[in-house]
């Protein structure tokens, strides 16, 4: 089965910085890769999703980029702010027959400090 | 339009005891599915269910059993609760059909349990 690693465990950054998370999934059959939020004690929220046709896709001072060859995709959130602390989880899916089934790497806490 | 209802939002109970988490949607999704949640660790799919009256297993299913009888409603049973139930547990719903490319999944509040 699908297999994603997340890193780093944990970032954090001052206001104003920029953050980068990246992510590995193992299987190449996967084409659709979410990014959610996740604050404590809340339920995860999309902030931006990405498929296998498509290399970048932005979203204000989000975006996500996708490299198929490497099997990697990475989130890039530019002018943090503190409200962006929270944790941040990747995950893909196959489509088709996995019936949009979604494997989650580990999550990354970003801590923004003012 | 409330999207995805879990409850209860809390619960407590003793190893050996049974209870129903409930979920329902109101967005007339196909897909939903159940994860769970261990402090400090991603989510893990428990099952999941791309229609009325069909569900399948996903990473963890022992200790748990699921059945969708209509679009909006997929409980999910734990039938003997055992310790290392304690989780987070999440219901999500998506519009994705068979067969085709995905679509996001929104998630529900969460049911937090804990087994004694």
């Known amino acids: 089965g699908e297999n994603v690693e997340q890193h780093p465990s944990t970032l954090s950054v001052q206001e104003g910085d920029s953050a980068v998370i990246k992510c590995t999934y193992s299987?190449?059959?996967?084409?659709?890769f979410p990014w959610y939020k996740q604050e404590l004690g809340k339920r995860p929220q999309l902030i931006i999703d990405i498929r296998s046709n498509v290399g970048e896709k932005k979203d204000q001072r989000i975006a996500v980029t996708l490299n198929k060859t490497a099997k990697h995709f990475s989130l890039h959130i530019t002018e943090t702010q503190p409200e962006d602390s929270a944790v941040y989880f990747c995950a893909a899916s196959s489509g088709g027959t996995s019936y949009g089934k979604l494997t989650f790497g580990q999550g990354t806490i970003l801590t923004v400090h003012p | 339009n409330a999207g995805v209802t879990q409850t209860p939002k809390f619960r407590v109970l003793k190893t050996g005891q049974s209870m129903t988490l409930l979920c329902a949607q109101d967005?007339?999704?196909?897909?939903m599915y159940w994860y769970r949640q261990d402090p400090g660790m991603g989510l893990k799919l428990i099952y999941y269910?791309?229609?009325?009256?069909?569900?399948d297993k996903g990473e963890v299913p022992n200790g748990y059993n699921v059945s969708r009888s209509t679009t909006e409603d997929f409980p999910l049973r734990l039938e003997l609760a055992a310790p290392s139930q304690t989780s987070v547990y999440f219901c999500?719903?998506?519009?994705?059909?068979?067969?085709?490319?995905?679509?996001?999944?929104?998630f529900g509040d969460g049911t937090r349990l804990s087994i004694l």
């Open positions: 269910s791309v229609g009325a009256g069909i569900t």
């Open positions: 299987d190449s059959a996967s084409n659709y």
């Open positions: 967005m007339n999704h196909n897909s």
């Open positions: 999500a719903s998506s519009p994705v059909p068979w067969g085709t490319s995905n679509q996001p999944q929104h």
